[in-house]
């Protein structure tokens, strides 16, 4: 067996993958391509129009442009990308680190509203182990973040660690609570399935206001009357909460790179993510990059290495 330390290196795709769908705000049609990539690309956006890529645009906090009801990042242009979160949820919790991804509408496409359909692709064609080591975001100290009630933290941690809860004055949610350690396989057989959930009572709201205009209930779990609508109920015990954390996996992933620490929310959402990666990195003593070892003869889990910050474009 070897001796090296798993998850030493960087990854990315065995080989391009091509899906299709639906925005689930926009209801237009979108066709995504996954390309695999080199080391130290990062996870990077290729907008295009009629075959030509008009925008590049890094899977980084620092490009967020909007967070109402879904992650959006954009470029100085004016070019954006909507609901980015469940597609960076897959790759992140797939430990995958460099991917480009060319999409040709504004929306990245719902699926099924969970994580779900991008994890069986990726699964379809591997994952591809690349030379350069891993590198990390290391919460050096605690960071937190409050607002109107909800809450959101980072604290030091050897690994990445996700407490979620969240309270919802409906019966059919309420109060739910998960922590999980989180790998590959945590996310793969826990968190990648739980889908989006919504209220029949705001729909009317949302259609006026441009949105939702793709979601029905195959790929929402909608909640009226007192109860779930779908009529094949829940795929997971506590799957509202599970959809909350896989949103807050994708949200994280903005960091740029894996993050070594514990995150901890409480009736958080897409805007308080992004308000927690925008706080660690406000100060520079939160944090450092950290690089994976290549064998577990290491007493850390991983090692400090000096780099100079770069903002991402």
Known sequence: MSNRFIGARQTTLAREIQLTGTGVHSGAPVSLTLHPAEADTGLRFLVTKRGRVVSEIAAHVANVKNLTLCTVIGDSAG???????????????????????????????????????????????????????????????????????????????????????????????????????????????????????????????LWKAGLALGADLTNTVAIGDGKVMNRDGLRYPQEFVRHKMLDAVGDLALAGMPLLGAYRSYKGGHKLNSMVLQALFADASNWEYAQAPRTRASRSPVQIVSETVVAAE
């Open 79 to 205: 070019t954006t990308i909507s609901t980015v979160e469940h597609l960076l949820a897959a790759l992140r919790g797939l430990s995958i680190d460099n991917l480009y991804i060319e999409i040709d509408s504004k929306e990245v496409p719902i699926m099924d509203g969970s994580s779900a359909e991008f994890v069986d692709a990726i699964d379809r064609v591997g994952i591809r182990e690349l030379s350069e080591p891993r590198k990390y975001i290391k919460v050096l100290k605690p960071v937190r973040v409050e607002e109107n009630g909800c809450w959101g933290e980072l604290e030091p941690h050897a690994g990445f660690r996700m407490d979620v809860e969240i309270d919802f004055a409906t019966p059919v949610i309420g109060r739910q609570r998960l922590q999980y350690e989180m790998s590959p396989g945590v996310f793969r057989h826990e968190i990648s399935r739980a889908r989006t959930f919504g209220f029949m009572s705001d729909v009317e709201k």
